[in-house]
């Protein structure tokens, strides 16, 4: 068993299109490599700093992350007993070396929040002018539902009269 800790530059796709961990920024490894009868079981821990908006608001969101990982990588003489199995996908030792791009992008990919937001109680942008809610809470507009268009000129000028073809109360008397 060997302990190994290293620091290495995040690669493309560790993420979706709203959050992922930026290409080039730094995750730090910290792994437990053991010899089994198969290949090498690789267990450990993954951390970096994703970002991506807010869904709600469109803010900014900066996330730690922390994610285990567990691999099992065969040796290339085992590797036709491991492909038995055509389900799974199996990783193998070539020349004494093992790719962990793979085994880390799945495991950040499923780590990261489908729905990401800036705070759980985020109430987002106003739906008619776009203005962030978490700066005004008492933010409103005035909509009138416009099947009472009409009955609101009867209220606003306080006469009685049938709307015409503008909505506008019509107080002519036909002669």
Not at 1 to 24: C, L, N, Q
Not at 29 to 44: D, F, I
Not at 65 to 89: K, M, S
Request: include cysteine.
């Amino acid at each position: 068993m060997r302990k190994v800790s290293r620091t290495v530059p995040a690669s493309a796709d560790m993420g979706t299109e709203i959050i992922s961990i930026p290409e080039g920024t730094d995750l730090e490894l910290k792994m437990r490599l053991e010899a089994v009868m198969e290949g090498v079981l690789v267990s450990g821990t993954v951390s970096g700093v994703a970002g991506g908006e807010c869904i709600r608001c469109l803010e900014e969101v900066r996330l730690p992350l922390e994610v285990q990982f567990t691999e099992l990588f065969v040796y290339p003489e085992n590797r036709v007993t491991a492909a038995e199995d055509e389900d799974e996908e199996v990783r193998s030792v070539e020349n004494d070396l093992i790719s962990l791009e793979p085994t880390l992008r799945d495991a950040i990919v499923l780590a990261l929040p489908f729905q990401p937001v800036c705070r759980e109680d985020c109430p987002g942008l106003c739906s008619e002018c776009g203005a962030l809610l978490a700066d005004d809470p008492a933010h409103s507009h005035e909509v009138a539902d416009p099947r009472w268009a009409a009955l609101q000129g009867i209220l606003a000028d306080g006469v009685s009269g049938s709307p015409d073809s503008t909505g506008e109360p019509n107080d002519e008397k036909e002669s």
